[in-house]
T-cell receptor
């Protein structure tokens, strides 16, 4: 079965410091990986995706993620965190079964950025 | 110009009632989903649907039924609501093909009392 794991329930970072939100995956074949962000009482917003090609993927709001096949990881990063980055972050993998490819989500990681 | 819109945003109802949540997308996508987010923020797929097939997550009770009048709409109907149905329900849409991201609605917070 395909899955993603987010080992940290919460990540705390000081504003201006780099941040990393971890994600590992378990899939058969090549993975299609995604990061989403959820602000309080809002829907999920797409940040970035890895399909193929360059292992470093750049996305919205200055976020990037590094695909590492040997470590089966897809960690989300940002060089300098903002207080406004505080939110719930979800890693997801596309289900390869069937034709519709729904997203399978990790449990989410709460990012807290303090001034 | 909202891409995926759900109504209502909040829904409070009594046990045993039947309710519907509406979802519309104006992105021209051909695949739509319903996800449930529980109190611990876990997101689980309930249904996926395009003009060819409906795929139902086997863990979803048959009190839940998706209804799609056309490609741009996928409504969620729930019969005989139970306390455990309280959650946030998200609609999403995408284009067929696993390379494309899904776009999500704002969610409907359902509270069963």
């Amino acid at each position: 079965a395909q899955s993603v794991a987010q080992p940290e329930d919460q990540v705390n970072v000081a504003e201006g410091n780099p941040l990393t939100v971890k994600c590992t995956y378990s899939v058969s074949g090549n993975p299609y990986l995604f990061w989403y962000v959820q602000y309080p009482n809002r829907g999920l917003q797409f940040l970035l995706k890895y399909i193929t090609g360059d292992n470093l993927v750049k996305g919205s709001y200055g976020f990037e993620a590094e695909f590492n096949k040997s470590q089966t990881s897809f960690h989300l990063k940002k060089p300098s965190a903002l207080v406004s980055d505080s939110a719930l972050y979800f890693c997801a993998v596309r289900d390869r079964r069937g034709s519709q490819g729904n997203l399978i989500f990790g449990k989410g990681t709460k990012l807290s950025v303090k001034p | 110009d909202t891409a995926v819109s759900q109504t209502p945003k909040y829904l409070v109802t009594q046990m045993g009632n039947d309710k519907s949540i509406k979802c519309e997308q104006n992105l021209g996508h051909d695949t739509m989903y319903w996800y449930k987010q529980d109190s611990k923020k876990f997101l689980k797929i309930m249904f996926s649907y395009n003009n060819k097939e409906l795929i139902i997550n086997e863990t979803v009770p048959n009190r839940f039924s998706p209804k799609s009048p056309d490609k741009a709409h996928l409504n969620l109907h729930i019969n005989s609501l139970e306390l455990g149905d309280s959650a946030v329900y998200f609609c999403a849409s995408t284009s067929t093909g696993r390379r494309t991201e899904a776009f999500f609605g704002q969610g409907t917070r359902l509270t069963v009392v």
